[in-house]
């Protein structure tokens, strides 16, 4: 018993003393790809004992075997990014970090570039921070059985890469690219990132893995569709907001058949969230929410959002989108009209800020999406959240709205929310929703803030009555 209380103590000594050493964290623009437990995002190549994790760090050790990113961050293709990863080498070890490259089953990547790990290993004479055969350091600037930090930022043609704070290699590439000759694909371009085991001398760690992906979102980020579901505490949620630099929007789910119906359980909610370091959030259900509260107190959130995913259908049954047995689509273009119909009248007859799990097709028609989601029937969407000033959430937990509709509601001046609608601890894993605001070039301008007392859609708007 006691000897179990002392380990998880240092457990929690450990977390404490090695977290701040890690600049990365609480910095929302570095992203992990390891978290500490697991080889959860990764895939070895031929033999894939050769990775462990141990004490918090990935082990190399083994036949020859590359481990390769391949978890939802950016979907694994990276351009132009900075990685920083912590690497720990034992006496005469070979290993390596790849970019820019993709899986293959066997043998040494062929595609992208390899930033060299080798300290003492001798018959290689390309150490630590090479840009492999590509610019070679000769004398490695690290020492074994000590922590160091590898930095590569590559940026359009230019490689740096940095160890533990000193530029060893600052190369661009030339034009055209001279490869070399037997690495025909070592070539910029995009791709993933893979950790080398390279033999069954070598024994490397990796650990602290971070991305920053280029450029960098230059809003602040926001989770604003949070719940306190699976077990997740409040404290719990503002700890993990505190350390990943996102703010969450913790909301409460309001309306017939859950468990808030009145201004007093809203009035509840409110208090529990009073003073912390979150928004609070109502997340309006179904479509008797608004006979449900009161103007005042729904105004006394920071904002106030809804889905498209319960309403009565045209034969009377309450439908939620999520729950196939309540799903009847025997047409599916006229489900989507029927849909788009609803989407439309909920986005201009209800006081709501943002327009959450947007797009979302059930699951007998989720495979064809693109097809169903025409564009005329985005347009009718899009239009209906522009006139009424409702912000779209790009939503991570379904991955929607697709990149096309995002296009076309940025084109036509609506506002965006990231959230996760998190299923327990995902709150804040927003993967998708960074990804979509890179590739569409979201600003600060495109992005939703809670509006102040009194210009609030509740107040502006009103309740239908
Ligand atoms: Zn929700």
């Known amino acids: 018993m006691i000897r179990k209380d002392l380990f998880a103590v240092a457990i929690v000594c450990a977390v404490l003393v090695a977290a701040p050493t890690v600049a990365?964290?609480?910095?929302?623009?570095?992203?992990?790809?390891?978290?500490?437990?697991?080889?959860?995002?990764?895939?070895?190549?031929?033999?894939?004992?050769?990775?462990e994790v141990v004490d918090g760090a990935i082990v190399a050790h083994g036949r020859r075997s590359h481990l390769f990113y391949a978890g939802p961050v950016e979907d694994a293709n990276f351009h132009d990014f900075e990685l920083k990863v912590d690497v720990m080498?034992?006496?005469?070890?070979?290993g390596g970090i790849y970019f820019h490259t993709q899986y293959q089953q066997r043998g040494w990547p062929a595609q992208g570039f390899e930033a060299q790990v080798n300290n003492s290993y001798l018959i290689d004479p390309r150490k630590t921070g090479s840009l492999y055969m590509v610019q070679d350091v000769s004398d490695s600037p690290v020492k074994d059985g000590v922590w160091f930090t590898e930095?590569?930022?590559v940026r359009g043609k230019s490689v740096i890469i940095r160890i533990d704070d000193r530029t060893v290699v600052d190369w661009t590439q030339p034009e055209p690219p001279q490869p070399p000759a037997d690495m025909p694909e070592r070539v910029l371009g995009d791709g993933t990132f893979a950790l080398q085991g390279h033999d069954p001398i070598s024994t490397v760690?990796?650990?602290?893995?971070?991305?920053?992906?280029?450029?960098?979102?230059?809003f602040p980020i926001v989770d604003y569709h949070v719940h306190l579901k699976g077990g997740l505490t409040l404290d719990e949620a503002i700890a993990i907001s505190k350390q990943r630099g996102v703010k969450f929007g913790i909301a409460e789910n309001c309306g017939l058949g859950f468990p808030t119906t009145n201004d007093q359980a809203l009035e509840a909610f409110l208090q529990k969230l009073e003073g912390r370091p979150i928004y609070r959030a109502m997340q309006a259900e179904g479509r008797e929410w608004v006979k449900l509260f009161s103007t005042e107190t729904i105004a006394?959130?920071?904002y106030v959002f809804t889905d498209a995913m319960t309403f009565t259908d045209q034969r009377g049954r309450r439908t939620r989108l999520w729950i196939p047995e309540e799903v009847q689509v025997d047409d599916p273009q006229a489900f989507m009209e029927m849909l788009v119909d609803k989407i439309v009248s909920i986005l201009t007859d209800e006081p709501i800020d943002i327009?959450?799990?947007?797009?979302?097709?059930?699951?007998?028609i989720a495979d064809d999406y693109d097809a169903l989601w025409t564009d005329e029937r985005m347009a009718r969407v899009i239009d209906a959240a522009?006139?009424?000033?409702?912000?779209?959430?790009?939503?991570?937990?379904?991955?929607?709205?697709?990149?096309r509709l995002i296009r076309k509601a940025k084109a036509a001046g609506a506002k965006f929310a990231f959230g996760t609608n998190n299923a327990g601890r995902d709150l804040g894993q927003l993967a998708y929703s960074r990804m979509m605001a890179r590739r569409c070039g979201l600003t600060a301008d495109d992005m939703f803030v809670p509006k102040p007392d009194g210009q609030?859609?509740?107040?502006?708007?009103?309740?239908p009555r």
């Open 386 to 403: 522009v006139k009424n000033h409702v912000a779209i959430e790009i939503n991570a937990r379904y991955r929607i709205p697709s990149e």
């Open 24 to 51: 990365q964290v609480g910095d929302p623009q570095w992203l992990s790809l390891f978290d500490g437990k697991t080889l959860d995002g990764w895939k070895a190549s031929e033999n894939e004992g050769t990775f």
């Open 205 to 218: 760690r990796y650990k602290n893995i971070y991305v920053k992906p280029l450029p960098p979102l230059e």
């Open 151 to 153: 930095h590569i930022i």
């Open 300 to 302: 006394r959130f920071d």
């Open 89 to 94: 080498t034992e006496l005469a070890s070979n």
């Open 456 to 463: 609030k859609p509740v107040q502006t708007k009103g309740l």
């Open 355 to 364: 327009y959450v799990n947007p797009t979302f097709l059930p699951a007998v």
